[in-house]
């Protein structure tokens, strides 16, 4: 998964195993040097693409097609065994890999490699050197480019995004490079959006070094909190011709939060007016003392503590660290504070870039997304694509975070996701490619606002 808008699981996984927040793609690690030599994209004999891509199993690959099905292949036994989405449960796929270079068979079609140009570089950041990847259809031909901007993981987006070998194996090329502090690139780790926009303008001006004569249409794509930071990229780079944000947020960190608390009371049994009203007494206090590092809030939090805490939906508050920091001691929360300095931009509001930029932009949304819920978010957008700005939204109405879709609960409670949503890959396609969405239906995709 690409993992939520705000990662503040280092704190909620340190004061209580039983609170880990399920990401959809985990932090990754490369894949075993027999698998590994396999990664890629391929063409299947019935024209479909098919790519192989690194996940965070030694021996193991993630496949995908551009429907949105996936799965995970690991060796087990000595054989190559799938696994459905990204749950446990066993998959009817087959998938054969010969010796490396020589193709797949999927399900009982033949996959060639697709030729690619790939091209490896290191460039400037905002007063960083980071590790970047231009991947092109191969050929001469001019193609639009998207320049991928990171969420919150903190793994190498050179070594593991997907879309740096689907995307060109269907005529869009991509730049992937590693954020600040993680994988090849310099720097230190960090949530400072300001900092994460600076070295996305720099990305996107590499790939157009770099691509030169070949690069078309040129833009961003960002999900999760990646929709924060591309936004404020292209309002910083004239040269972005489009924007693309997945599972993103039209409101400020402190949102998330906020609105996975409304779920979880909701989803309790709490959900009327007045009990909604006094968890935002809470929220508000636990959001202060996150966005201070834990220099304020403590008495706020001591005040709504004392007047909620024997009601019965106090227990049922979790959230992104609501629920932890509100039952947890001060020294407690303060110990975790001091290992993690990530400078997160608490304080970013960013409507005030997206009521100005005039770069066409696409908002896709899950209906069902309980990492970074979408309601206001909807709700802005819409009010935004109707106010006249450059904004198409749309949602899946059953997607969770990622745009994936999912079918049941394990035993911890978790959402199994089985696959990313039918529709949302090609849709992100047609508009880098046409600044359109011409090819509906995407699946059960509904436009919010903004022309067809």
Avoid at 116 to 136: C, H, Q, S
Avoid at 322 to 347: I, P
């Amino acid at each position: 998964m690409i993992p939520s808008a705000l990662r503040f699981a280092t704190l909620t996984a340190a004061l209580s195993a039983a609170a880990a927040v399920h990401a959809a793609e985990p932090a990754p690690a490369a894949a075993g040097p027999d698998l590994g030599c396999h990664v890629g994209a391929y063409r299947l004999d019935d024209g479909r693409s098919l790519t192989l891509g690194r996940i965070d199993e030694p021996s193991a690959l993630r496949w995908r097609l551009l429907d949105g099905r996936t799965g995970k292949l690991a060796r087990k036994d000595g054989a190559l065994v799938a696994t459905v989405g990204w749950s446990d449960r066993a998959d009817t796929v087959k998938v054969e890999l010969g010796r490396c270079g020589e193709g797949v068979v999927f399900d009982g079609h033949r996959g060639e490699p697709v030729e690619l140009d790939v091209v490896d570089t290191t460039f400037e950041g905002a007063g960083v050197k980071l590790r970047g990847r231009l991947v092109l259809p191969a050929g001469q031909d001019k193609v639009p480019v998207v320049v991928m901007v990171h969420g919150s993981e903190n793994y190498s987006g050179v070594d593991l995004y997907y879309q740096q070998y689907l995307f060109p194996s269907e005529g869009v090329g991509v730049f992937v490079y590693d954020k600040r502090g993680t994988g090849g690139s310099s720097g230190k780790y960090t949530q400072n959006f300001h900092e994460l926009s600076d070295d996305a303008v720099a990305a996107l001006r590499e790939a157009l070094r770099v691509g030169g004569e070949r690069v078309g249409r040129v833009g961003y794509l960002g999900g999760s909190q990646g929709g924060w930071i591309a936004p404020l990229a292209a309002s910083k780079a004239p040269q972005a011709q489009f924007v693309e944000v997945g599972f993103g947020l039209a409101d400020g960190v402190l949102a998330e939060d906020r609105d996975q608390v409304v779920l979880d009371l909701r989803a309790a049994g709490f959900g009327d007016a007045a009990t909604l009203r006094k968890a935002r007494e809470l929220t508000d206090a636990t959001g202060l003392i996150a966005s201070s590092s834990g220099q304020r809030g403590w008495t706020e939090l001591a005040t709504v503590r004392k007047k909620y805490e024997t009601q019965p939906w106090w227990k049922a508050v979790k959230g992104e660290y609501s629920g932890l920091v509100a039952t947890h001691t001060r020294d407690e929360v303060m110990a975790e504070f001091k290992k993690y300095d990530y400078e997160v931009s608490w304080d970013y509001d960013p409507m005030p870039v997206l009521r100005t930029l005039k770069t066409p932009q696409l908002w896709v949304l899950g209906g069902d997304d309980i990492e970074a819920p979408s309601g206001e978010t909807q709700k802005r957008l819409t009010a935004l694509g109707r106010a006249g700005r450059p904004i198409t939204s749309v949602v899946f109405p059953q997607a969770d975070h990622g745009i994936l879709e999912y079918e049941s609960k394990n035993a911890q409670g978790e959402r199994q996701h089985t696959r990313t949503a039918d529709g949302y890959l090609r849709m992100l396609l047609d508009w880098i490619k046409r600044g359109t969405l011409d090819g509906w239906p995407y699946g059960t995709a509904k436009q919010l606002a903004g022309p067809k």
